[in-house]
Structure formats: structure tokens, C-alpha cells
């Protein structure tokens, strides 16, 4: 509604089927994966990060992403870094099927270095009143559905970027894993955007719950989605460590319990099904594009932690 150009955006969100909608919104930025990016010159994944990690948010609550608006700040705008940006945005909100419905482009000389700038973005989508995740039944029995990420996402980049400084590692390098890309290809593919796929399982009513695996990782963002007396029970066997995360942990000697309390580890997303629907949920996220795999139950928790990750050393042995 309203067209470009005022003060600020206008949506209708009845133009987007919506009789009685609760309004969702998130707010998150790409963190410093953007030093990468500024170091390398690749701009045009940021933005796709930017947006996933707002709509990736949204979608766990059963909200489908309907307007999205961004902040870009810098020092003085370098035009051509800015499109790149920009254009990854686009891509992000094409992804995710929401409206790119405004933004902020501010140029503030002495307070970024020549060259930086940094991101902000934000989301708001719309769920039909008393269908929000997570539902309240989600209990000991329940299927764990891991899906898979592209990568490292856009969490952890501190310690990523501590490890190859320690190894002697520069982002132009060739990365040992990955034919013909340089370490900074490999780490800003951009994080997945899970909103069509996940949006599809919640509206055939097999979803209870997501959990968007970000900062935190496995072991602290599923138990925001589990409801009290509920843990689950992993087998790192069921999933392959990809191997970007292969290096991290064997080559640059980070611990097991810093990789699955900082990065994704190879899911991005998890959904909670009924145990019967667990096959029939995972050929649904596959045909619709993600690789999927049951990788664990949901289970009565006591005192202990309510993630327990069976198998880590056996599973991700070199």
C-alpha cells in the first residue's frame, strides 16, 4: 500500500489473506561476517544472510514473513558495495516470499573505518490467531527432525575468525574441502532461508514446533521450543558433520562442547513431529527442496540438560 517514497511503509495484511492476524516481528544483523565480507569484497550474501536471519526467526513461530526493511550504515557509501548488498536483500525477501517495503541508508564519516559498514534488518509476518508455534503437546516420544544448513550460517564468526588467524589462514586461500573456492567463498555462503519449506509442513498440521539453530546452537535453542519435564536425545550419527565443520574441530582443535554450543554443526533447523508423521515430514521437506534427517526423539527430562548429543566422538572422528 502507499508506494515509495513517504515517511514509512504501509501493508494491509487482509490484501495477504489474513482475517484475524497476530503480528510477528524480529530484528537481527549479520555479525562480524561482515568483516569477511569487507575483506574479501563479496557483498551480495550478506544481505541474504541479513534477511534469513530476521525470517528464519519468524517462521518458527508459525508466521509467514510479510514485509521486510534494512539499515546500512557506513562511514561514506561506496556505491558499488552498497548494490551488492542490497541486491542480496532482494534476494533474500524473494527467497522468503516477503515485500523489501522500505529501508535506511545513513553515511556517518568518523565512526566506521574506511570501507566497513554494518547491517541491521528487520521482519514482520502475520499468524492467524491461536495457530503460533510452539503448539503445548509437544511430549516424551515425539521425532526430532534435523534439516540441514549450507554452512556456518551467520553465528560463531568470532571464533571462525580467531581459528584461521591461529591456523595461518587468509580468507583468498584455497580451502582444503572445497574444490576450486578460497576459505572466504566457503564461509559467506549464505545462511538458508527455511521459510516455504517449513511454512509448508506447518499448514499440513505436522510441525509442533522449530527450533532455528543460531547462536547457542543444537544445545540451547531447541530447549526454547520444549515445554517443562521435555528434553530430547540426539545420535550425531544420523547427520553428517559437513566439512567445513570438520576442520574447525580437527584442524583448528576446537572442543566438541564449544562446536555444538556455538555453531549450527550441519542443522540449521529443527521441526518436532509426531513420531507417525516423521517419514511423510521429512519426504515433505524434501521434496520442497532440504535434505532432512530423523535425528532424534523427544524424551522425559529430569535435572540434567535438556539436549543430550549421543555419539559426538565416534561420529565425528576424522
Known amino acids: 500500500m502507499g508506494g515509495l517514497g513517504g515517511f514509512g511503509g504501509l501493508f494491509d495484511p487482509r490484501a495477504a489473506g489474513y482475517k484475524d492476524p497476530i503480528l510477528v516481528a524480529a530484528t537481527d544483523g549479520v555479525g562480524t561476517k561482515l568483516r569477511i565480507a569487507i575483506d574479501t569484497g563479496i557483498h551480495d550474501t550478506v544481505g541474504i544472510d541479513l534477511v534469513a536471519m530476521c525470517v528464519n526467526d519468524l517462521v518458527v513461530q508459525g508466521a509467514e514473513p510479510l514485509l521486510f526493511l534494512d539499515y546500512f550504515a557506513t562511514g561514506h557509501l561506496e556505491t558499488d558495495a552498497a548494490a551488492g548488498v542490497i541486491a542480496g536483500i532482494a534476494e533474500g525477501c524473494r527467497q522468503a516470499g516477503c515485500v523489501l517495503i522500505g529501508g535506511e541508508t545513513a553515511e556517518m564519516p568518523g565512526m566506521y573505518a574506511a ?67 578460497s576459505w572466504g567463498e566457503v564461509l559467506l555462503a549464505p545462511t538458508r532461508i527455511y521459510v516455504r519449506s517449513c511454512l509448508d509442513l506447518y499448514r499440513a498440521n505436522m510441525a509442533k514446533g522449530f527450533a532455528h539453530i543460531t547462536g547457542g546452537g543444537l544445545v540451547d535453542n531447541i530447549p526454547r521450543i520444549l515445554p517443562d519435564g521435555v528434553g530430547v536425545r540426539l545420535d550425531a550419527a544420523t547427520w553428517p558433520l559437513p566439512p567445513v565443520f570438520s576442520w574447525l574441530h580437527h584442524d583448528a582443535r576446537i572442543p566438541l562442547p564449544e562446536m555444538v554450543r556455538t555453531f549450527n554443526c550441519g542443522i540449521g533447523m529443527v521441526a518436532v513431529v509426531e513420531p507417525d508423521h516423521a517419514e511423510a515430514a521429512i519426504s515433505r521437506l524434501e521434496a520442497a527442496g532440504e535434505t532432512a534427517f530423523r535425528i532424534g526423539e523427544a524424551v522425559a527430562a529430569g535435572t540434567g540438560p535438556q539436549v543430550v548429543i549421543d555419539g559426538l566422538e565416534a561420529a565425528w572422528r576424522a
Do not use: M, Q
Open 115 to 181: 570501507g566497513d559498514y554494518d547491517l541491521a534488518g528487520f521482519a514482520v509476518g502475520a499468524a492467524e490467531r491461536g495457530t503460533l508455534l510452539p503448539r503445548d503437546d509437544i511430549r516424551a516420544g515425539d521425532a526430532v527432525i534435523g534439516i540441514a544448513s549450507s554452512g556456518v550460517h551467520s553465528n560463531g564468526f568470532s571464533l571462525v575468525r580467531h581459528a584461521l588467524t591461529g591456523a595461518g589462514v587468509g580468507y583468498h586461500d584455497p580451502a582444503p574441502f572445497a574444490a576450486g573456492k
